[in-house]
């Protein structure tokens, strides 16, 4: 005989339990490290929640400082942060995790939520390994 909410109970206990996870870019924080492309940091923290390329500099524009400091990657965002990131594009929320990339394509900082502790991101778990690049036969 089966029971009505016993499949309920299950899908709600496999929900607890996936939440229990901590999130790939949490764990693997520590990993980041300037000088990383864009293809090695989505290989450590997977693909980003969102993200953010600054437009070109109008030339006619009034010289004005801003806060961009080039592309953007957050990972965590919220529907709070994509509200924020709606009304101000180009800074950078502070709940989210950061990580940005300079003029030649590399890390050039990052950053972790504000909320986080230092203890979320201390034992990283292991990611695939790249595949081996291929090694060129000697001539001969």
């Not at 390329?53 to 006619?60: A, E, G, I, K, L």
């Amino acid at each position: 005989m089966k029971r009505p909410g016993a499949g309920m109970a299950l899908a709600a206990a496999a929900l607890v339990l996936a939440g229990c996870e901590s999130p790939r870019y949490e764990t693997n924080w520590n990993r980041i490290h300037a000088g990383m492309t864009r293809a090695e940091v989505e290989s450590v923290l997977g693909q980003p929640s969102s993200t953010y390329v600054p437009p070109p500099p109008d030339p006619n524009a009034e010289r004005r400082r801003s806060s961009a400091r080039g592309e953007r990657w957050q990972y965590g965002d919220t529907l709070s942060s994509f509200g924020t990131r709606a009304m101000f594009p180009d800074e950078a929320d502070e709940r989210a995790w950061c990580v940005f990339f300079g003029p030649d394509g590399t890390v050039n900082g990052f950053r972790p939520a504000s909320w986080a502790t230092n203890a979320r991101s201390k034992d990283p778990v292991d990611v695939p390994a790249q595949p081996p690049a291929a090694v060129p036969a000697p001539a001969r």
